[in-house]
């Protein structure tokens, strides 16, 4: 595991973005594994500068979202579907067919959590950003979440709900459920890279670093992982010895 710690979140992003388009210039058919929530708005705000300065190219660029709320409309201002596009897609170049979002939508999402999983089977993560929920969430891997957990319809918990439903205008419409991708996707990942921000953070990040890999905080997971960056403000990595 290799930990970088940023000065502040603005640093964080920054090398988190540097990284990224060193990776993308190294291979810019990459597939990208994007995450959602506030962690990431800084390095989406990164790249979006390097590609109008013409830094980097997202022509052939596939991605795959971790996660999104079930069931939300896409058109839903809180449903990532809807975050991502305002937040990235809709400022750079991607090709909106090489962009996969679970389907928050779905009358089948046993179908659709299949469906896409396959699909990241047949076109493997290259480079896994990721963030981390003060309970050791992963994604919506909440939990109680196996290692070898696979894509599917999880219960969100009462922390997750707590403090997601601060983005909802009322917090009560936070949807109770959701689709996400398993700590096994996650894991088979290439390279994954995790950023941590702010003082609330501190805590899980000192889980991952000292702890053993359990469920109870499935974050920890991933420190078995051959390829695993930190990349911390001070902030979260206040807790470390
Ligand atoms: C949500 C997402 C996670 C994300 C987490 C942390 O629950 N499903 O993928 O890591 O929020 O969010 P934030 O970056 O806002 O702290």
Redesign the pocket.
Same mark, same amino acid.
């Given at each position: 595991m290799k930990i970088i710690i940023a000065k502040d979140y603005k640093n964080l992003s920054k090398v988190a973005s540097e990284i990224l388009i060193k990776e993308i210039k190294k291979n810019p058919k990459l597939t990208l594994g994007l995450? #959602? +929530? =506030? #962690?990431?708005?800084g390095l989406y705000k990164e790249l979006i500068k390097a590609y109008k300065k013409k830094k980097i190219n997202f022509s052939k660029i596939r991605s795959f979202n $971790?996660?999104e709320y079930y069931p939300i409309k896409k058109s839903d201002k809180n449903s990532?579907h809807y975050y991502m596009f305002k937040n990235f897609f809709n400022h750079v170049n991607i090709k909106k067919e090489n962009i996969n979002v679970l389907n928050g939508e779905t009358k089948n999402p046993k179908k659709e959590c299949l469906n896409y999983r396959k699909k990241i089977e047949e076109n493997p993560i290259d480079v896994q950003i $990721? +963030? *981390? +929920?003060?309970n050791g969430? *992963?994604? !919506?891997d909440e939990p109680g979440s196996k290692f070898n957990s696979k894509t599917r319809l999880v219960k $969100?918990s009462s922390e #997750?709900l707590k =403090?997601?439903s601060r !983005?909802f205008k009322n917090p009560k419409d936070i949807p109770k459920k &959701?689709l996400?991708v398993g700590i096994k996707t996650i894991f088979s990942t290439k390279k994954i890279i995790l $950023? &941590? =921000? +702010?003082k609330?953070?501190a805590l899980a990040i000192k889980h991952l670093i000292e702890d053993k890999p359990k469920s109870q905080f499935p974050v920890t997971f991933l420190k078995k992982h051959k390829n695993l960056t930190l990349i911390l403000d001070k902030e979260a990595a206040s807790l470390l010895s």
């Open positions: 995450p #959602t +929530g =506030s #962690t990431p708005l $971790l996660d990532y $990721l +963030g *981390v +929920g003060m969430h *992963v994604a !919506f $969100l #997750t =403090s997601n !983005f &959701a996400t $950023l &941590a =921000s +702010g609330n953070k």
